[in-house]
């Protein structure tokens, strides 16, 4: 079992920044994966980006060159550095992780933490 704890969120100006966090804990040496989701009212939840242990990295193309995803293993980190926000990018973001162990994969969620762009 993995926890994923999101922090980072809240209320900015179009062209402001947030940086959000999420800690993993429990199995955590079992993630080969993490990355980070959104969902917007009304609408499905979608990929942001990803990044994988080795550091290889893949993002949605409404967020290439603003979005900055990274993390630090040593503290089983993710972040998400977000720049030039827009009122498009308002939206709840999740942290997901996936695992792998004796060829059994899990797939992990956080609670989500709330983005809103608004002048």
């Known amino acids: 079992q993995v926890q994923l704890v999101e922090s980072g969120g809240g209320s900015v100006q179009p062209g402001g920044s947030l940086r959000l966090s999420c800690a993993a804990s429990g199995s955590s040496s079992d993630i080969f994966l993490m990355g980070w989701y959104r969902q917007a009212p009304g609408k499905q939840r979608e990929l942001v980006a990803t990044i994988t242990n080795a550091g290889t990295t893949n993002y949605a193309d409404s967020v290439k060159g603003r979005f900055t995803i990274s993390r630090d293993n040593a503290k089983n980190t993710v972040f998400l550095q977000i720049n030039s926000l827009k009122p498009e990018d308002t939206a709840v973001y999740y942290c997901?992780?996936?695992?792998?162990?004796?060829?059994?994969?899990?797939?992990?969620w956080g609670q989500g933490t709330q983005v809103t762009v608004s002048s």
């Open positions: 997901n992780a996936r695992t792998l162990r004796s060829l059994i994969r899990g797939d992990y």
